[in-house]
């Protein structure tokens, strides 16, 4: 009672006073306006900021890239520097480089800072000679790339040569020794020309570049531009690989401010009127009891429109009690649908209409209805005919009631989908057919958008090679693309886009990631749908290949092993031959001196040295027996070997030879000097070289030859010199090392011992070098690691 009077009460305040209210309301409207506008604003600012970020993001990710493939240039043109820190092929090496990127204007090299290598040469002479490293212009960027040792990219600067360029520096190191640079020169409006960049509306925003001079400190723009940088009207990105700073610039940045002013104006016109019209309202209650009854009037003649559109409806309606299920009115169209007259139908419940397969979620739904945890629903479902015949319907129910109100009815609206359904059903014993086929294919079979490569299918076969399921590969739209093996990824993805874009069916193979992290080989054998002359989506079949890679393989490292002992079989031979030839003939020349000994005496001199010859030889051929056994095993046995008792026993050897020919030694090897190496192979490489030092001696002068063991690099150099006739390396230096390779006319000369030395310390893992001049000498240099 209370409540009401209170009701009734403030009622009455609102009509006495209806300007107040009125002003009340206004205000109110006026705030949730303002919010509104207010927010809508703040929405649109944020879109128009994304938008522009995200553009400036193409253009960084295009620029970035750029300088990736740049570095991988610049790193190529590096690799034509030599061990001895000299370039080779660098004009061939810079030709191909700029054939491959035209977006590059020269390459350079640039050794201890000072630039002496040029490709083009024409046209940028004037860059030639420049110290890089003592120039203030270009000192301060050119330090920053040996520092970081990354490839770094200083400007954009005027030229020597002319015009505005940016110069990618990349630091190189030979032995961790600085040797200088190679760099790539780019135009900076090459460097510029990127689609992301052109198709930028002119109209609405203007693109801007700068960095902090090195020199000044101050922020260069490089970009001619009418309009002053406004940072609150820009969104920005920063390249760290050269310091740059890119700038997307609102052109409008006021643009939004009008719609907003028209937005509140119109909030101010509708809190004015709603205002006036709430003034209205209490002003005249006596007007609006006649526009209630109108509206009463006028809810009766919609309910007698409603009354016509229910019996004479397209759709079966029915009313339904919530509470028993009981059919209290029916339209005909719902009457004919089930076969029975309006009264029968008045006589049926949910029970007995609904087929019995759908009556627990018939009645589930019509639980929830009444408990309020759902106000609507549709469904399929299969009802009876009053001739028992089985018809699909499509049911959507809707409560008469008010919420938080006790349920009360409710109406259905039916409509016959029985031929669909039959259809439905067709298709998808088809489908199943179809999809059960695919499924027994031995590949994945799979379809996917040409554009976006975002599958649209993929068969079952997929768990058993890859151990994904179906599910798993098309929830995620770029699965393809992010399991594919990550040095075959950037390669299989362009060419797929390649040969698509060409209209070209392809196949191609590369590597995946299986769910258990395994690499498993597939051959993808792709067809390209086109359609109206546009290629609309791709359909292929993966094949696991991976048994044929591994087969491949393995007849790849039988070959590789075949060829390995051939070629070790063949060294040994050349071993043999070589070396069983020199204490042969010792030992001949031993026994022709024993049969010419006119005493006992001499003859047992001859004896012992015979004897030491014997004992030479019966340790190289334990050395030989050794290295059978070494390539039968395929690996080299290595032990530590005391490098002046070996030097001692190769001239003990050679000593015929050095007396007959008067040769001084000088040697500076320790006796505690140790190497681990072959014995037999280190046996052959002191042979090899003292006695070519020996037979190629000048005839002018006294043989020496100096015999020096020092370390280099953390590697132990063995040193033999020589003041004979010299080899000219012009001429013949690339194939000093060659079988059969002959320099001189001498009798002896056979041209192998030189290849068996090299391919020895080789199977090492040495190296070896030569210095020689023609009629001054030679030294060769054996680095053992």
Same mark, same amino acid.
């Given at each position: 009672?209370?409540?009401?009077?209170?009701?009734?009460?403030?009622?009455?305040?609102?009509?006495?006073?209806?300007?107040?209210?009125?002003?009340?309301?206004?205000?109110?409207?006026?705030?949730?306006?303002?919010?509104?506008?207010?927010?809508?604003?703040?929405?649109?600012?944020?879109?128009?900021?994304?938008?522009?970020?995200?553009?400036?993001?193409?253009?960084?990710?295009?620029?970035?890239?750029?300088?990736?493939?740049?570095?991988?240039?610049?790193?190529?043109?590096?690799?034509?520097?030599?061990?001895?820190?000299?370039?080779?092929?660098?004009?061939?090496?810079?030709?191909?480089?700029?054939?491959?990127?035209?977006?590059?204007?020269?390459?350079?090299?640039?050794?201890?800072?000072?630039?002496?290598?040029?490709?083009?040469?024409?046209?940028?002479?004037?860059?030639?000679?420049?110290?890089?490293?003592?120039?203030?212009?270009?000192?301060?960027?050119?330090?920053?790339?040996?520092?970081?040792?990354?490839?770094?990219?200083?400007?954009?600067?005027?030229?020597?040569?002319?015009?505005?360029?940016?110069?990618?520096?990349?630091?190189?190191?030979?032995?961790?020794?600085?040797?200088?640079?190679?760099?790539?020169?780019?135009?900076?409006?090459?460097?510029?020309?990127?689609?992301?960049?052109?198709?930028?509306?002119?109209?609405?925003?203007?693109?801007?570049?700068?960095?902090?001079?090195?020199?000044?400190?101050?922020?260069?723009?490089?970009?001619?531009?009418?309009?002053?940088?406004?940072?609150?009207?820009?969104?920005?990105?920063?390249?760290?690989?050269?310091?740059?700073?890119?700038?997307?610039?609102?052109?409008?940045?006021?643009?939004?401010?009008?719609?907003?002013?028209?937005?509140?104006?119109?909030?101010?016109?509708?809190?004015?009127?709603?205002?006036?019209?709430?003034?209205?309202?209490?002003?005249?209650?006596?007007?609006?009891?006649?526009?209630?009854?109108?509206?009463?009037?006028?809810?009766?003649?919609?309910?007698?429109?409603?009354?016509?559109?229910?019996?004479?409806?397209?759709?079966?309606?029915?009313?339904?009690?919530?509470?028993?299920?009981?059919?209290?009115?029916?339209?005909?169209?719902?009457?004919?649908?089930?076969?029975?007259?309006?009264?029968?139908?008045?006589?049926?419940?949910?029970?007995?209409?609904?087929?019995?397969?759908?009556?627990?979620?018939?009645?589930?739904?019509?639980?929830?209805?009444?408990?309020?945890?759902?106000?609507?629903?549709?469904? +399929?479902?299969?009802? =009876?005919? &009053?001739?028992?015949?089985?018809? !699909?319907? *499509?049911?959507?129910?809707?409560?008469?009631? /008010? $919420?938080?109100?006790?349920?009360?009815?409710?109406?259905?609206?039916?409509?016959?989908?029985?031929?669909?359904?039959?259809?439905?059903?067709?298709?998808?014993?088809?489908?199943?057919?179809?999809?059960?086929?695919?499924?027994?294919?031995?590949?994945?079979?799979?379809?996917?958008?040409?554009?976006?490569?975002?599958?649209?299918?993929?068969?079952?076969?997929?768990?058993?090679?890859?151990?994904?399921?179906?599910?798993?590969?098309?929830?995620?739209?770029?699965?393809?693309?992010?399991?594919?093996?990550?040095?075959?990824?950037?390669?299989?993805?362009?060419?797929?886009?390649?040969?698509?874009?060409?209209?070209?069916?392809?196949?191609? +193979?590369?590597?995946? =990631?299986? &769910?258990?992290?395994?690499?498993? !080989?597939? *051959?993808?054998?792709?067809?390209?749908?086109? /359609? $109206?002359?546009?290629?609309?989506?791709?359909?292929?079949?993966?094949?696991?290949?991976?048994?044929?890679?591994?087969?491949?393989?393995?007849?790849?490292?039988?070959?590789?092993?075949?060829?390995?002992?051939?070629?070790?079989?063949?060294?040994?031979?050349?071993?043999?031959?070589?070396?069983?030839?020199?204490?042969?003939?010792?030992?001949?020349?031993?026994?022709?001196?024993?049969?010419?000994?006119?005493?006992?005496?001499?003859?047992?001199?001859?004896?012992?040295?015979?004897?030491?010859?014997?004992?030479?030889?019966?340790?190289?051929?334990?050395?030989?027996?050794?290295?059978?056994?070494?390539?039968?095993?395929?690996?080299?046995?290595?032990?530590?070997?005391?490098? &002046?008792?070996?030097?001692?026993?190769?001239?003990?050897?050679?000593?015929?030879?050095?007396?007959?020919?008067?040769?001084?030694?000088?040697?500076?090897?320790?006796?505690?000097?140790?190497?681990?190496?072959?014995?037999?192979?280190?046996?052959?490489?002191?042979?090899?070289?003292?006695?070519?030092?020996?037979?190629?001696?000048?005839?002018?002068?006294?043989?020496?030859?100096?015999?020096?063991?020092?370390?280099?690099?953390?590697?132990?150099?063995?040193?033999?010199?020589?003041?004979?006739?010299?080899?000219?390396?012009?001429?013949?230096?690339?194939?000093?090392?060659?079988?059969?390779?002959?320099?001189?006319?001498?009798?002896?000369?056979?041209?192998?011992?030189?290849?068996?030395?090299?391919?020895?310390?080789?199977?090492?893992?040495?190296?070896?070098?030569?210095?020689?001049?023609?009629?001054?000498?030679?030294?060769?240099?054996?680095?053992?690691?």
């Amino acid at each position: 009672m209370k409540l009401t009077q209170s009701l009734t009460s403030h009622k009455n305040w609102f009509i006495i006073k209806p300007k107040l209210t009125g002003i009340l309301v206004f205000l109110f409207f006026c705030i949730i306006f303002s919010l509104i506008i207010s927010q809508q604003y703040q929405i649109s600012r944020k879109a128009k900021n994304d938008a522009m970020y995200a553009q400036l993001q193409a253009i960084h990710k295009s620029i970035d890239q750029s300088l990736k493939n740049y570095y991988v240039d610049a790193l190529t043109l590096s690799l034509t520097i030599n061990d001895n820190g000299e370039p080779q092929n660098f004009e061939a090496v810079g030709e191909q480089i700029l054939k491959a990127n035209p977006n590059i204007d020269a390459v350079q090299l640039v050794p201890n800072g000072v630039i002496r290598y040029t490709y083009p040469a024409k046209g940028n002479e004037a860059a030639n000679g420049i110290d890089i490293l003592n120039n203030p212009k270009y000192r301060v960027e050119a330090l920053k790339a040996i520092k970081t040792r990354k490839m770094y990219f200083a400007g954009p600067f005027e030229l020597n040569q002319g015009g505005l360029g940016i110069l990618g520096r990349l630091a190189i190191y030979k032995n961790n020794q600085f040797w200088g640079f190679s760099a790539i020169l780019i135009r900076l409006n090459t460097l510029l020309e990127k689609p992301e960049i052109e198709q930028i509306n002119q109209s609405k925003y203007h693109f801007q570049f700068s960095k902090i001079d090195p020199i000044t400190l101050k922020e260069v723009f490089f970009l001619a531009s009418k309009e002053k940088l406004n940072p609150k009207n820009a969104v920005t990105s920063v390249i760290p690989d050269g310091d740059w700073k890119l700038f997307l610039i609102d052109k409008k940045p006021n643009e939004l401010v009008l719609p907003f002013i028209v937005r509140s104006l119109l909030a101010l016109f509708l809190a004015s009127l709603i205002g006036f019209l709430t003034t209205s309202f209490f002003k005249k209650p006596a007007e609006l009891e006649i526009l209630l009854q109108k509206q009463a009037d006028e809810l009766l003649k919609n309910e007698m429109k409603f009354k016509s559109v229910f019996d004479q409806a397209a759709v079966g309606i029915t009313y339904v009690d919530t509470i028993t299920g009981q059919l209290l009115e029916a339209n005909k169209k719902y009457c004919d649908l089930l076969g029975y007259t309006e009264q029968e139908i008045k006589q049926k419940n949910i029970q007995s209409i609904v087929h019995p397969d759908d009556l627990n979620e018939s009645f589930s739904n019509l639980e929830k209805l009444r408990k309020g945890i759902i106000r609507e629903y549709t469904t +399929e479902r299969k009802h =009876i005919t &009053k001739s028992n015949e089985t018809i !699909w319907i *499509r049911l959507t129910i809707s409560p008469l009631w /008010e $919420n938080n109100a006790s349920p009360t009815n409710h109406i259905a609206i039916v409509e016959n989908v029985t031929k669909r359904k039959l259809a439905e059903e067709v298709i998808f014993n088809s489908q199943l057919r179809i999809e059960s086929l695919i499924n027994t294919v031995d590949g994945i079979v799979w379809e996917c958008d040409a554009k976006t490569l975002e599958f649209t299918f993929i068969s079952k076969k997929v768990e058993d090679i890859l151990g994904y399921t179906a599910q798993e590969w098309m929830s995620t739209p770029n699965f393809w693309a992010d399991h594919i093996y990550h040095k075959d990824k950037e390669q299989s993805i362009n060419f797929c886009i390649e040969q698509t874009t060409l209209k070209l069916n392809h196949d191609f +193979e590369y590597r995946m =990631i299986a &769910k258990d992290g395994s690499i498993v !080989w597939v *051959r993808d054998i792709v067809n390209v749908i086109v /359609e $109206n002359e546009e290629v609309k989506s791709l359909r292929g079949i993966m094949i696991d290949v991976t048994k044929t890679k591994q087969i491949e393989r393995d007849l790849n490292n039988s070959f590789n092993l075949v060829s390995e002992q051939n070629k070790r079989l063949l060294n040994f031979s050349y071993i043999v031959s070589h070396n069983l030839r020199s204490h042969t003939s010792n030992i001949s020349s031993i026994v022709d001196l024993i049969d010419s000994s006119e005493s006992e005496e001499e003859k047992e001199e001859m004896v012992q040295l015979l004897k030491s010859v014997s004992d030479s030889l019966n340790e190289t051929m334990l050395n030989l027996n050794e290295i059978v056994n070494i390539q039968t095993n395929i690996g080299l046995v290595t032990e530590n070997l005391n490098l &002046k008792q070996y030097l001692d026993n190769t001239l003990t050897i050679l000593a015929d030879q050095i007396e007959l020919k008067g040769v001084t030694i000088v040697s500076s090897i320790n006796k505690d000097v140790e190497v681990n190496y072959n014995a037999a192979y280190l046996e052959s490489i002191l042979y090899n070289l003292i006695s070519n030092a020996i037979r190629y001696s000048h005839h002018e002068r006294n043989p020496t030859i100096n015999i020096d063991c020092f370390t280099e690099n953390k590697k132990t150099v063995l040193q033999i010199s020589d003041n004979g006739i010299g080899i000219d390396l012009d001429k013949n230096g690339q194939k000093i090392f060659g079988m059969y390779k002959k320099f001189s006319n001498h009798k002896d000369s056979k041209g192998i011992g030189l290849f068996i030395t090299k391919n020895q310390i080789d199977a090492m893992g040495g190296s070896i070098t030569v210095e020689s001049e023609p009629n001054l000498g030679t030294t060769f240099k054996v680095y053992i690691s």
